[in-house]
């Protein structure tokens, strides 16, 4: 304990008052003495012990605790402080500082260890909640042992200063140098066969024209070369509907900290502006209208429809004139404007001399180059004008074998069918009967859908670029008037067409990648019996290998927990992905130089200073600094002294008691008047 004295006062008026009350009785006072009065002195004296009267003056003893002032010393644990030896150095600079304040009797030391997130490092926030309790009078400073990249520091840093001072201990080599890329400006969707503009940015110590690998839904697109530290833009076409994961990515650079900067990825939203379908019927049969109201239900679908009613060479005496037909604009529709469509379908085609071979052969052309097409056959198809004798012989992925079986048959799931994204949902249900198939053989591709003794029904394969789909029935349309309880006939063409139009959500061989929180969720499907094995590479560079679930017919999944920002890799059989871990360009990655350049305006503003540490003999010391001493030096750094105290007990003696001041006031009254009235 120590015993102090202090003069205390108690007034009996407010402060604003009692002030108020010594400018008028120095008015009265000045007034006084322009008249020329006597009294002067005495009504000074009267006046003046008025005022000490009202500010009620004590002695005051006081019996005192010293409280030690308030030190704060914060670690940064975020992700940038893995690189080179900085986490070794600020490791045993904290634990040194540690022990060192923990040993001064006169210091309250608080810790705390902060880890990085999507935001980047935020030490002055978890400064301020460290010490939000603390009475300003007791902070003795603050100390970051971080490697200067700290992302929360506000434009205002005059709030800050009563923390101080403020240090910064920077670990890490200063001449330590890194390649990044970092995506300036991405549009978050984009129409599907359109491009988008992409702005991106590489900086590299060196100079001069740096490649960047550019890859989209885990293809490779094409390489690019940008001038480092110069915004380039880059025009990208849009693949698909939905997600499209659009990785940027640069190689290791002559000097680097670490490999998980020189990527990153943007998430491109397709949209389909509308699907262009071109509908070519044989001739006119039931199911042509069915295909044709399916089709015009969708708003989506710009459909153009012919059906062929009259063959060129066909002889029929009807003036030409009085027929309410047009030529089929063959030239303008296969030659002109075939690769406007998104997808044919040939409805019981034959070839009556109308389409040519040659255009037969554009078209399949067209579907090698990316195009779809899906073919509908019925009788004719295993005739000798079969499109299966001309040039789309090739894509086909079932040919006749010229035999059309003619009874009831109820269609049949087959095993690919079971796995397959377009009929799975399909498995289990009852379907009605048809009366009339095609007998095909399997060439390439998948057989989904069979007759009971194997034949091919519904087979589909890529080709090139492009798919496929073939019906080998004219009878799908009695499941869509309901014939013998009917089938799915609307969702069986609806999904077959948008897998044609390779939506990803039908993809049968696909391989996603999802983060969620601390987790990242790998999906497979495919039409295999077993699941090729899993690897994620993580943006460090390091390789994970979960094991897969089997979650039902050709539908695996795995989980892995993560504790890395950035962007992950996995691959397997083939399939390979990309998912973003957090944002775009972490904050915690977009510089990773250990420099005091951020911290070193608040350390100047709080009194403090910030200490480069590349090894660790460069700790400098601390020393305990008066509340206006510099805090700062060459080799040490300082921490304030603040000699905070709590009051134990106390005694307090009126100066100036009430009663007295009253005896003191009338006399010294009475004294004037008498020696104005002599």
């Known amino acids: 304990m120590i015993e102090a004295s202090r003069l205390a006062f108690d007034p009996f008026l407010p402060w604003p008052w009692l002030w108020t009350l010594a400018a008028l009785c120095g008015l009265a006072l000045l007034g006084y003495l322009v008249l020329r009065g006597r009294a002067w002195l005495t009504r000074t004296l009267g006046l003046f012990l008025l005022l000490v009267a009202t500010a009620n003056p004590s002695f005051v003893q006081e019996e005192r605790e010293p409280l030690p002032s308030v030190a704060a010393l914060v670690l940064d644990r975020s992700d940038s402080m893995s690189f080179g030896e900085r986490q070794a150095l600020a490791q045993a600079a904290f634990e040194a500082l540690q022990t060192e304040l923990e040993a001064n009797t006169s210091i309250d030391l608080r810790v705390i260890e902060v880890d990085g997130n999507g935001d980047g490092t935020r030490l002055i926030g978890a400064l301020e909640g460290l010490m939000a309790d603390v009475p300003r009078d007791r902070i003795a400073g603050s100390i970051l042992v971080t490697d200067g990249q700290v992302h929360d520091v506000p434009e205002n840093l005059s709030r800050l200063t009563e923390l101080g001072p403020i240090h910064g201990i920077i670990a890490g080599d200063p001449n330590a140098r890194d390649r990044r890329i970092t995506l300036v400006d991405a549009p978050d969707f984009g129409i599907v066969g ?15 024209r740096i490649p960047i690998e550019i890859s989209i839904n885990g293809e490779r697109l094409r390489t690019v070369m940008v001038d480092a530290g110069e915004d380039t833009l880059i025009e990208i076409e849009t693949e698909r509907r939905g997600d499209n994961i659009i990785v940027f990515e640069t190689p290791e650079g002559p000097q680097e900290l670490t490999l998980a900067n020189n990527r990153t990825a943007a998430n491109l939203s397709g949209v389909r502006d509308g699907l262009r379908v071109l509908l070519v019927t044989g001739r006119p049969n039931s199911s042509g209208r069915v295909w044709r109201d399916l089709l015009k239900s969708d708003p989506s679908v710009d459909l153009v429809h012919f059906t062929i009613l009259r063959s060129a060479y066909k002889f029929d005496i009807t003036p030409l004139e009085e027929l309410a037909l047009i030529a089929f604009p063959t030239e303008e529709l296969f030659e002109e404007k075939l690769g406007s469509f998104d997808l044919l379908i040939f409805d019981q085609y034959e070839r009556r001399g109308i389409i040519t071979m040659a255009y037969l052969a554009d078209v399949a052309n067209y ?4 195009g779809a097409l899906l073919i509908a056959g019925g009788p004719e198809f295993s005739s000798g004008a079969s499109l299966a004798r001309t040039p789309l012989a090739g894509v086909l992925p079932a040919l006749p074998t ?26 289990g249900q009852n379907w009605g009967a048809w009366l009339r198939y095609i007998e095909t053989i399997s060439d390439t591709g998948d057989v989904l859908m069979t007759t009971p003794d ?29 014939y013998d309880g009917g089938g799915p006939f609307a969702d069986l063409i609806r999904r077959t067409v948008h897998w044609l139009m390779k939506e990803p959500e039908l993809d049968e061989r696909q391989l996603k990648l999802t983060a969620i929180g601390d987790t990242v969720r790998a999906d497979l499907r495919t039409l295999s019996d077993r699941a090729a094995p899993l690897i994620i590479t993580a943006p460090d560079g390091s390789f994970l290998e979960p094991d897969w679930r089997a979650e039902g017919p050709g539908s695996y999944s795995a989980e892995v927990p993560v504790d890395q920002l950035g962007l992950y890799r996995a691959e397997s059989g083939g399939l390979s992905t990309v998912v973003l871990n957090g944002p775009v360009n972490p904050r915690e990655y977009a510089a990773l130089e250990a420099t005091p ?3 070193q305006p608040l350390a100047d503003l709080s009194g403090g200073e910030t200490y480069q540490l590349a090894t660790a003999s460069e700790l400098p010391d601390i020393r305990m600094v008066g509340r206006r001493a510099d805090a700062s030096g060459r080799n040490w750094l300082g921490l304030r002294e603040r000699g905070a105290y709590a009051v134990r007990s106390s005694t307090s003696l009126p ?24």
């Open 367 to 370: 579907v090698d180059e990316g």
């Open 194 to 208: 359109e491009t988008g503009s992409f702005t991106l940015r590489v900086d590299d110590p060196g100079s001069g």
């Open 597 to 599: 350049d951020i911290l």
């Open 402 to 427: 010229g035999r059309t079986v003619e009874g009831r048959m109820v269609p049949e799931l087959s095993d690919t069918g079971r796995r397959h994204t377009i009929t799975e949902d399909f498995d």
């Open 454 to 482: 194997g034949s091919p029904l519904l087979a589909v394969d890529r080709v090139g670029d492009g798919r496929v789909a073939q019906l080998n029935s004219d009878q799908i349309w009695l499941w869509a008037r309901g």
């Open 655 to 678: 100066l100036l008691p009430g009663l007295l001041a009253v005896f003191l006031i009338l006399g010294f009254t009475v004294w004037a008047w008498r020696r104005e009235g002599r």
